[in-house]
């Protein structure tokens, strides 16, 4: 099985003129890009990078990125997207934790980097892609400075490809180590599940720091096909860009297909071309599916059902299930059957003994798609990937007769808000630092927009304003992980061991729905 880099090479070969990314108002060939790439791969080296290193980046979506992505793969290092999102000592602990020797930042993020670049312990060097005046090595003229060559360091597919951070329930952000294997085993099916062909174009419209993003990235070049890069997800740009570039294929979050039901300028543009919308990353309501599939009438649904730990999708709901007046309209609630390579069991979490057909437990998945691991943490990755190959995605559910997958609620503590992956433990973390918060628990509730929304449950010693525990949350965090209400309690219920009954906290505001995820 080739390396990612070395089927990038052979599409460059096969069709030299054929366009590989459109991003904004630049177009780039698979001749230019493959070039682009061996480019990246020297300036890299020339930095001090090799095999095993990583290379962080923050950016919003752009050509740079992705070239980057290959260029770091083609010496056998692995690129460390971040979350744009993030607060600056977040993105410090990211690029710390992976050793980065090179950080490159857009210029969306200069004041970031200025406000961590005296602490980071292992970068060498800080790139700033385009922008005003900085103190940073600037990206074009690095790349000129450097002749492209072919790499000197054999790729093995086992290597790591890229690290993606997960927010992980001790608090403190988990690198998930994605190898070329894990994505030539997660590839492959796209081409007869999403009826790929050569005339197919692919928007990337999630941020490449997803594993959404990088996944349709990577599926570009493994399929190679056009590529349309999407800046930002923006829903009116989405939109136009769709219509400009005639896209038939785009994966969105949920929370996008809301918006874009809601805006006079998204019902101007003309998407008769796409033939193909995949959706997920958090659950969806039938309503907005209903609205979706009102406004695309002549484009097919898919969703899909992932983790960052499994490459992405490892089930999917086929096109010929959106039929909520067919026969089976309680498929639309279901996150559909497993991938050609993906086996699933149901096991009670505790004992880890496999249930019945229609019985809830931890959903545990086997596939070549599951993460080699996680970075510096094995202790962690021994209690994710257990002895018999399964990966405990901490979700649970149940399986049906006719082996569909339905998602009940959630082993761990997990708050899905917008499609945004928010562990309570790191915003607890962040609230205990507060003066006068005795005790605290952060759960998720519903929220009509985001799917769920963070609330925050407080022991005060004093009388504190809910906005300022929020402000208090909002200097230290992304805002998206931070609670947007604050509800104070004399204690918080614990279990004999001192375990948060996050159950019973959330019951009541769950009250009515048919499952404790929105």
Same mark, same amino acid.
């Given at each position: 099985?080739?390396?990612?880099?070395?089927?990038?090479?052979?599409?460059?070969?096969?069709?030299?003129?054929?366009?590989?990314?459109?991003?904004?108002?630049?177009?780039?060939?698979?001749?230019?890009?493959?070039?682009?790439?061996?480019?990246?791969?020297?300036?890299?080296?020339?930095?001090?990078?090799?095999?095993?290193?990583?290379?962080?980046?923050?950016?919003?979506?752009?050509?740079?990125?992705?070239?980057?992505?290959?260029?770091?793969?083609?010496?056998?290092?692995?690129?460390?997207?971040?979350?744009?999102?993030?607060? @600056? =000592?977040? /993105? $410090?602990?990211?690029?710390?934790?992976? !050793?980065?020797? #090179?950080?490159? %930042?857009?210029?969306?993020? +200069?004041?970031?980097?200025?406000?961590?670049?005296?602490?980071?312990?292992?970068?060498?060097?800080?790139?700033?892609?385009?922008?005003?005046?900085?103190?940073?090595?600037?990206?074009?003229?690095?790349?000129?400075?450097?002749?492209?060559?072919?790499?000197?360091?054999?790729?093995?597919?086992?290597?790591?490809?890229?690290?993606?951070?997960?927010?992980?329930?001790?608090?403190?952000?988990?690198?998930?180590?994605?190898?070329?294997?894990?994505?030539?085993?997660?590839?492959?099916?796209?081409?007869?599940?999403?009826?790929?062909?050569?005339?197919?174009?692919?928007?990337?419209?999630?941020?490449?720091?997803?594993?959404?993003?990088?996944?349709?990235?990577?599926?570009?070049?493994?399929?190679?096909?056009?590529?349309?890069?999407?800046?930002? @997800? =923006?829903? /009116? $740009?989405?939109?136009?860009?769709?219509? !400009?570039?005639? #896209?038939?294929? %785009?994966?969105?979050?949920? +929370?996008?297909?809301?918006?874009?039901?809601?805006?006079?300028?998204?019902?101007?543009?003309?998407?008769?071309?796409?033939?193909?919308?995949?959706?997920?990353?958090?659950?969806?309501?039938?309503?907005?599916?209903?609205?979706?599939?009102?406004?695309?009438?002549?484009?097919?649904?898919?969703?899909?059902?992932?983790l960052t730990e499994t490459t992405g999708a490892i089930t999917y709901l086929p096109v010929e299930d959106h039929d909520p007046d067919g026969p089976n309209p309680h498929r639309l609630r279901s996150a559909g059957i497993p991938g050609?390579?993906?086996h699933l069991k149901i096991v009670d979490p505790a004992t880890f003994e496999e249930l019945p057909t229609g019985q809830v437990g931890e959903i545990l998945c086997r596939t070549p798609q599951n993460m080699k691991g996680y970075w510096?943490?094995?202790?962690?990755?021994?209690?994710?990937?257990?002895?018999?190959?399964?990966?405990?995605?901490?979700?649970?559910?149940?399986?049906?007769?006719?082996?569909?997958?339905?998602?009940?609620?959630?082993?761990?503590?997990?708050?899905?808000?917008?499609?945004?992956?928010?562990?309570?433990?790191?915003?607890?973390?962040?609230?205990?630092?507060?003066?006068?918060?005795?005790?605290?628990?952060?759960?998720?509730?519903?929220?009509?927009?985001?799917?769920?929304?963070?609330?925050?449950i407080v022991v005060l010693a004093g009388d504190v304003p809910e906005q300022e525990l929020i402000g208090f949350c909002r200097e230290r965090l992304a805002h998206f992980k931070c609670p947007t209400s604050i509800e104070r309690r004399?204690?918080?219920?614990?279990?004999?061991?001192?375990?948060?009954?996050?159950?019973?906290?959330?019951?009541?505001?769950?009250?009515?729905?048919?499952?404790?995820?929105?």
């Amino acid at each position: 099985m080739p390396s990612l880099t070395e089927i990038l090479r052979d599409r460059a070969q096969q069709h030299p003129d054929r366009i590989a990314f459109h991003a904004g108002d630049t177009t780039i060939t698979y001749r230019d890009f493959d070039r682009r790439v061996d480019q990246a791969a020297a300036a890299l080296a020339a930095a001090g990078v090799g095999h095993g290193d990583r290379v962080a980046v923050l950016d919003k979506n752009s050509l740079e990125y992705a070239e980057q992505l290959f260029g770091a793969a083609r010496i056998g290092a692995a690129q460390v997207p971040i979350n744009y999102r993030l607060a @600056p =000592d977040e /993105v $410090a602990y990211i690029v710390n934790n992976a !050793r980065a020797k #090179v950080f490159i %930042v857009g210029p969306d993020f +200069v004041p970031v980097l200025d406000a961590i670049a005296d602490r980071l312990e292992h970068t060498r060097l800080t790139v700033v892609i385009g922008g005003g005046e900085h103190a940073h090595q600037d990206y074009a003229a690095w790349m000129d400075a450097h002749e492209p060559g072919p790499p000197a360091d054999a790729v093995d597919t086992s290597d790591v490809f890229v690290q993606l951070y997960s927010s992980g329930t001790t608090g403190l952000p988990k690198g998930v180590m994605l190898t070329h294997d894990n994505f030539n085993a997660a590839l492959p099916m796209t081409n007869e599940l999403w009826d790929i062909d050569d005339a197919t174009v692919l928007m990337i419209a999630m941020p490449m720091y997803h594993v959404a993003g990088n996944a349709t990235t990577v599926c570009v070049i493994y399929t190679g096909i056009t590529g349309v890069i999407a800046r930002e @997800p =923006d829903p /009116v $740009a989405i939109a136009r860009a769709v219509e !400009r570039h005639r #896209v038939t294929h %785009v994966f969105l979050v949920p +929370v996008l297909l809301q918006f874009m039901q809601l805006m006079p300028e998204v019902a101007e543009a003309d998407m008769s071309s796409l033939r193909l919308l995949l959706y997920g990353a958090s659950p969806i309501s039938e309503d907005v599916l209903r609205g979706a599939m009102r406004m695309l009438p002549g484009t097919g649904f898919m969703q899909v059902y992932g983790l960052t730990e499994t490459t992405g999708a490892i089930t999917y709901l086929p096109v010929e299930d959106h039929d909520p007046d067919g026969p089976n309209p309680h498929r639309l609630r279901s996150a559909g059957i497993p991938g050609p390579t993906c086996h699933l069991k149901i096991v009670d979490p505790a004992t880890f003994e496999e249930l019945p057909t229609g019985q809830v437990g931890e959903i545990l998945c086997r596939t070549p798609q599951n993460m080699k691991g996680y970075w510096a943490m094995e202790e962690a990755t021994e209690a994710a990937l257990l002895p018999d190959g399964y990966f405990r995605t901490g979700d649970a559910g149940y399986l049906d007769e006719d082996g569909y997958l339905f998602i009940h609620d959630r082993v761990k503590d997990m708050i899905v808000s917008g499609g945004e992956n928010i562990y309570p433990a790191e915003v607890e973390n962040v609230l205990m630092k507060h003066p006068q918060v005795t005790d605290c628990a952060v759960i998720g509730v519903p929220d009509e927009r985001w799917g769920e929304r963070p609330k925050g449950i407080v022991v005060l010693a004093g009388d504190v304003p809910e906005q300022e525990l929020i402000g208090f949350c909002r200097e230290r965090l992304a805002h998206f992980k931070c609670p947007t209400s604050i509800e104070r309690r004399d204690a918080i219920p614990r279990n004999p061991t001192g375990k948060i009954l996050k159950r019973e906290l959330r019951a009541p505001y769950w009250e009515g729905h048919d499952r404790a995820v929105h």
